[in-house]
C-alpha cells in the first residue's frame, strides 16, 4: 500500500529511518579487521578516571574472552585538555585505540560518541562511560536481552531489579527523574531511562544511527533511542547495578541546553528543500500583496470594498479592550446604542488578540498586513507540510499541490479583505491530526491536541472550520466506501479520540460560543440578500478569475459573483479537465478517489439551494437545500463550500506531478508537465489592486474632537458609517478609538424582536436621509417634521455633535444637515461640526 493509500499512517511505504544526513563510516579495512565486540567510550579530561575504567574492562573482557570472541576499546577523545589522551597512547595493547575528533575544542558527548562508534569495528558496541557508575561485568545481562532478538539492550536504574549503590545529590535526582518523565511524555516513550552511561548495540545498526544524529551534547542518547523507536528495531531496558562516581561532567548549564536538544529532536531542522519552499511561498504572498505590504498604512486594497476599514476596526478595538482589560466579546463604539456582538463577528482573537502589542505600537494596519501577508505564507506551509507527510515525497510536487491549494483563485479572491479565510495554517494542521487517529496509536493524546486545535480555529475563524470538517467527512465516506476494511479498522479509534477532542475543545470555546449566539446583539442566520440563495454556477467554476494575470476578466467575473472579495469558484476549465484526467489516469488508488469525490462534492454543493441548468432558464433544486436551513449553515455563503475544492485539487495535483516525476518515459513526463503547466497558467495571480489612501481630517488625529464630545456621549459622522462606505471607522481608529458612534459595518440583528442577521444596522430616519443624498445628491425638502425625528434619532444616539468630512456631494450633505439641525455648521480642522450643545436642538 503506497503513503497515499494509507491516510492513517505517518509514513505508508517510507523507510521507518529518517534518512542520514551524512553516510555513515566505517573505517578501512573492516572486513579484514573486524571484532567481536567494540566498547566506545567518550572521554573529555578523564586522566583521573580513564586508566582505571581501561584497566578493568579489559581485564574482565579477556577473562570472559572465551565465549565472546576478539574485543576492542575506542576511546573517543572530545578535546582534552589534560593528559587523558596519553593515557591511551601509552599502552601496549593494540586493542586501545583512540578516536579524536574533527576541529579542536570541546564538542560535547554527542560529537564523541559519533565518533567513536563510526570508528569502530564490533558486530557489537557497548558504549559505556569513563566513570565505571555501571560495572562491566553487567555486560552479560545485556548480551542475554540481545541473544533474545532485540537489537539494542540500554542499562536501567528505573526498572524492576535495578540496584543503586552510592546515590546522587537529591537534587540531581529530581532533576534527572523530571528529565526522564518529559523524555517519556515527548520524545521516547517506553524507555524509563535514557541517559545511563551502559548500552550495547547491534554494531551495524549502532553505526547507521549514530551516523545519522545530529546532537552534540547529551541527548544523543535519546536522539539514537529514538531512531530505533522509528526503524522498528526492537530495543531492551535491562536493570544493571550503578552507582555514583565523583568527578561529574554535567553542569547545571548542561540541563537548559539537553532541554534544547529535545526541542530540536521534537522539531528537526528543516531540509534545503523545505525552507526554499517556505521562502518561495513568502516571496508569492509579498508579491501578491506589493501594492500594500510596504506601507500599509497608507494604501488601500481597492477590492476590498470597505472591507479593510472593517478588519483594521476589528483589530484596533480588540487590542483596546485587551490594553484597557474590557470585554473582548463586545463593544459600544459603533453601533451605538446597541453596540456589537464581536464575537458574532469575525475578529480573529486568536491572533487580534496576541498581536495587541503590534497593534498599539505600529498601528492595525500593520497588524492586519502582516496576518495577511505571513498567514498566506504560512497556510501554503501548512498545507505542503501535509502533502509531504501524507502523500508524496517529492518536495516539487508537494510545493505545486501546496501553491493551488492556498493560491487557488478563491483563496485570492479572499485576500483582499477576508483575512479569516486566508490564515488557515491550523486546518491543515487539524486535518493532519484527525488522520493520525485512525492509527489506533497514542488516541487520547492526539484527542487532546486535536481538541485543543479545533478549540484556537474556533478563534480564527468558524465557518473555514465548518467547511473543513464538512470536506473531511466526505473525504472519510468516499475512502471508506473505496477501502472498508480500512475504514471498519479506524472507526472506533477516529470515534474515541473525536469524543476526547470535544471533551476538550466545548470547555474552551463554550462560553464565547453563548455569547455569539445568545449574547447581546447575537442573531440567527443572516440575510445574504438573495431569496435564492447565492450559489456559484457551473459557468463560474469552469471561469477565470478577475485577478488572472493571463485571462483575467472582470466584467465576466464580476457578473459570476458577488463582489470582488466573493469569487469562491473560477479554478478554469483547464484545471478541471486535469483533475478529470488525474482521477481516470489514477483510479486505482483510493486516496485519488475520495480526493475527487471531495472536490466533485463541494463544488455540487456549492451551487446552492436551486441549480441553473447550462443554457437554460431552468433551475432545480440542489443538494445545499437540504444544508441550508440547519444549525451553524443557516449563514454559510455556499458558493464559499467550493473552497474546499482547493485543497482537493492541490493534492491531485501533487500526485500527478509526482507520478510525472517518476514515469520511466521522457515524453510521458514531458507532455504532462507541459498539461500541468497549462493548466496553470490561467490560475497565476496578478498582485492586489491597491491605492493610495485618503488621510483622516486632522479633527480626528490632532484630538480636535475632544472638545466636542462629553461623557457618554457619541460622534455622528454624516452619513453614518454603512458597509457600503465604513470610511468613518478609519476615523475613529485615528482616533484612538476615544468615541463612540452610531451606524457601522459589522453584523448584528435587524431589531425590533427580528433576530435575522443584517449587515450594519436598521436605517433610522436621519441614517435613511442622509444616505439618500450622498448617493443621489438632491437634497430633500426638510419640514418641521423631519426637523423632529432627526432631533428623536439624535437623542436616541445621545449625539455631541455632527461631523461631514470632505467627500461627494459634501455641499448637498451640508446644506442638509443645516436644515436639519436649524443653525450653519462651523469648519474645524478640515470637517464641518455642528455642535449640538449649543441651544436644545438635540432634544435634551
Not at 559505556?128 to 537489537?151: F, I, K, N, Q, S
Not at 528495531?233 to 562516581?245: I, N
Not at 475544492?645 to 514531458?670: F, H, I, K, N, S
Request: charged share 20%; aromatic share 6%; net charge positive.
Amino acid at each position: 500500500m503506497s503513503r497515499a493509500d494509507a491516510p492513517g499512517t505517518r509514513s505508508g511505504t517510507r523507510p521507518p529511518t529518517r534518512p542520514s544526513p551524512r553516510p555513515t563510516t566505517r573505517p578501512a579495512g573492516l572486513a579484514d579487521g573486524a571484532v567481536e565486540l567494540s566498547v566506545v567510550i567518550p572521554a573529555y579530561n578523564e586522566e583521573r578516571r580513564l586508566g582505571p575504567t581501561l584497566d578493568a574492562v579489559a581485564r574482565h573482557l579477556d577473562a570472559t574472552g572465551g565465549h565472546r570472541g576478539s574485543w576492542e576499546i575506542v576511546v573517543a577523545d572530545d578535546g582534552s585538555t589534560d593528559a587523558t589522551r596519553e593515557l591511551v597512547t601509552v599502552r601496549r595493547d593494540a586493542r586501545v585505540r583512540l578516536v579524536t575528533g574533527s576541529g579542536s575544542g570541546n564538542r560535547g558527548k554527542g560529537h564523541a560518541l559519533r565518533q567513536g562508534v563510526a570508528a569502530s569495528r564490533g558486530r557489537r558496541v557497548l558504549v559505556m562511560d569513563a566513570d565505571l557508575a555501571t560495572p562491566v561485568e553487567e555486560l552479560e545481562r545485556l548480551e542475554r536481552a540481545l541473544a533474545d532478538g532485540h537489537t539494542a539492550a540500554i542499562g536501567s536504574r528505573a526498572v524492576p531489579g535495578a540496584t543503586l549503590g552510592e546515590r546522587q545529590h537529591r537534587i540531581r535526582e529530581l532533576l534527572g527523574a523530571a528529565g526522564n518523565l518529559l523524555i517519556r511524555r515527548t520524545t521516547l516513550r517506553g524507555i524509563r531511562d535514557t541517559q545511563c552511561g551502559f548500552k550495547l548495540f547491534d554494531g551495524d545498526k549502532a553505526r547507521t544511527a549514530f551516523a545519522a544524529s545530529r546532537l552534540n551534547g547529551w541527548a544523543i542518547d535519546v536522539e539514537v533511542l529514538r531512531h530505533f523507536q522509528r526503524a522498528g528495531w526492537p530495543v531492551a531496558e535491562v536493570p544493571v547495578h550503578w552507582s555514583h562516581r565523583p568527578g561529574s561532567k554535567v553542569r547545571p548549564a548542561d540541563y537548559p541546553r539537553a532541554l534544547r536538544d529535545l526541542v530540536r529532536l521534537r522539531i528537526p531542522a528543516p531540509r534545503p528543500a523545505d525552507a526554499l519552499a517556505a521562502l518561495l511561498f513568502l516571496a508569492m504572498a509579498v508579491v501578491l500583496y506589493r501594492g500594500r505590504v510596504l506601507d500599509p498604512a497608507h494604501r488601500y486594497l481597492t477590492d476590498s470594498l470597505q472591507d479593510q476599514n472593517q478588519w483594521e476596526w476589528f483589530f484596533a478595538v480588540t487590542a483596546d479592550h485587551v490594553a484597557r482589560l474590557r470585554n473582548p466579546l463586545f463593544t459600544d463604539l459603533q453601533g451605538f446604542p446597541g453596540g456589537v456582538n464581536l464575537m458574532a463577528n469575525t475578529t480573529m482573537p486568536g491572533l487580534s488578540v496576541p498581536l495587541t502589542p503590534v497593534t498599539l505600537l505600529l498601528g492595525p494596519a500593520v497588524s492586519l498586513s502582516l496576518v495577511m501577508t505571513l498567514g498566506l505564507a504560512a497556510t501554503a506551509l501548512a498545507w505542503y507540510r501535509l502533502i509531504v507527510r501524507r502523500l508524496v515525497r517529492q518536495r516539487a510536487a508537494a510545493f505545486a499541490g501546496a501553491a493551488l491549494a492556498a493560491f487557488a483563485p478563491p483563496m485570492v479572491s479572499h485576500a483582499n479583505a477576508h483575512p479569516n479565510f486566508v490564515v488557515l495554517f491550523m486546518i491543515p494542521l487539524i486535518v493532519d491530526r484527525a488522520l493520525r487517529l485512525t492509527t489506533g496509536e497514542r488516541v487520547a493524546r492526539d484527542g487532546v491536541v486535536l481538541g485543543l486545535m479545533a478549540a484556537y480555529q474556533v478563534f480564527l475563524g468558524e465557518e473555514p472550520l465548518l467547511l473543513a470538517a464538512l470536506g473531511l467527512l466526505v473525504f472519510a465516506a468516499a475512502y471508506g466506501a473505496a477501502r472498508p476494511d480500512v475504514a471498519r479498522a479506524a472507526a472506533r479509534p477516529v470515534l474515541n479520540g473525536l469524543a476526547i477532542a470535544a471533551a476538550v475543545c466545548l470547555p474552551l470555546v463554550v462560553y464565547p460560543l453563548a455569547w455569539q449566539f445568545s449574547g447581546p446583539q447575537s442573531y440567527t442566520g443572516i440575510d445574504h440578500g438573495s431569496a435564492t440563495g447565492v450559489g456559484n454556477s457551473v459557468r463560474a467554476l469552469l471561469s477565470f478569475a478577475e485577478r488572472s494575470l493571463v485571462a483575467g476578466d472582470a466584467r465576466s467575473a464580476g457578473a459570476l459573483s458577488l463582489n470582488p472579495t466573493e469569487q469562491n469558484a473560477f479554478y478554469g476549465w483547464p484545471l478541471v479537465l486535469l483533475a478529470f484526467a488525474v482521477t481516470v489516469a489514477l483510479w486505482r488508488r483510493p486516496v485519488v478517489r475520495a480526493l475527487a469525490c471531495t472536490a466533485a462534492v463541494a463544488a455540487v454543493l456549492s451551487l446552492g439551494p436551486r441549480v441553473p441548468l447550462p443554457l437554460t432558464d431552468v433551475t432545480v433544486p440542489g443538494p445545499w437545500a437540504a444544508l441550508a436551513g440547519l444549525p451553524l449553515f443557516e449563514s454559510v455563503i455556499e458558493s464559499r463550500v467550493a473552497l474546499v475544492c482547493a485543497p482537493a485539487l492541490g493534492m491531485l495535483l501533487a500526485l500527478a506531478v509526482d507520478r510525472l516525476a517518476r514515469a520511466r518515459r521522457l515524453v510521458t513526463q514531458y507532455a504532462g508537465l507541459l498539461a500541468v503547466c497549462l493548466a496553470l497558467l490561467p490560475l497565476i495571480p496578478a498582485p492586489l489592486k491597491s491605492a493610495p489612501r485618503a488621510p483622516a481630517p486632522a479633527f480626528f488625529t490632532d484630538g480636535a474632537w475632544k472638545a466636542y464630545v462629553r461623557a457618554g456621549e457619541t460622534l455622528v459622522p454624516v452619513p453614518l458609517a454603512e458597509p457600503e462606505d465604513a470610511e468613518a471607522l478609519h476615523w475613529q481608529t485615528a482616533a484612538g478609538l476615544g468615541f463612540r458612534m452610531p451606524g457601522g459595518y459589522f453584523n448584528g440583528p435587524y431589531g425590533d424582536g427580528d433576530r435575522t442577521g443584517v449587515y450594519g444596522v436598521p436605517l433610522r430616519f436621519t441614517a435613511s436621509l442622509l444616505r439618500d443624498v450622498r448617493y443621489t445628491g438632491v437634497v430633500p425638502v426638510i419640514d418641521e417634521r423631519a426637523r423632529a425625528e432627526a432631533r428623536e434619532d439624535l437623542a436616541y444616539w445621545r449625539a455631541g455633535a455632527l461631523v461631514l468630512a470632505p467627500q461627494r456631494h459634501a455641499a448637498r450633505l451640508r446644506e442638509t444637515v443645516d436644515k436639519l439641525v436649524g443653525r450653519p455648521g462651523r469648519r474645524v480642522a478640515g470637517v464641518w461640526v455642528w455642535d449640538l450643545h449649543q441651544g436644545t436642538q438635540n432634544g435634551r
